[in-house]
């Protein structure tokens, strides 16, 4: 069974920079879609953004607009671990981060929640301004 452990979570001042980290464990071969989600403080579970994807098959990484330019997804394939570097930080930005996974070859829409099987269990970003 797929295990995805998040870490990296903190409190930052706004302009700030933070690096998230997901360790997957039991994995298995295949392609897949790895993620990162955020849910804002009040926002049900069913409203968590997609906020970066990357695809196995093409190392393809897809941003919300409002990260664009100031997050970075990647994959340390050796580490078996998904990080997402976080620069010029807003107090938008607060939330609780998610990992996720998917074992799929295509995902017409790479940033939606529900086509993601396996879930880390978050871990919160705090940006004060």
């Known amino acids: 069974q797929v295990k995805l452990v998040e870490s990296g979570g903190g409190s930052v001042q706004a302009g700030g920079s933070l690096t998230l980290s997901c360790v997957v464990s039991g994995d298995t071969p295949g392609y897949y879609y790895m993620a990162w989600f955020r849910q804002a403080p009040g926002k049900e579970r069913e409203e968590r953004e997609g906020?970066?994807?990357?695809?196995?098959?093409?190392?393809?990484?897809t941003y919300t607009d409002s990260v664009k330019g100031r997050f970075t997804i990647s994959k340390d394939d050796a580490k078996n671990t998904l990080y997402l570097q976080m620069n010029s930080l807003k107090p938008e930005d607060s939330a609780t981060y998610y990992c996720?996974?998917?074992?799929?070859?295509?995902?017409?829409?790479?940033?939606?929640?529900?086509?993601?099987?396996?879930w880390g269990q978050g871990t919160q970003v705090t940006v004060s301004s």
């Open positions: 996720a996974k998917v074992f799929t070859w295509f995902l017409r829409s790479p940033l939606r929640q529900s086509d993601y099987k396996n």
């Open positions: 906020v970066a994807t990357i695809r196995s098959a093409t190392r393809t990484t």
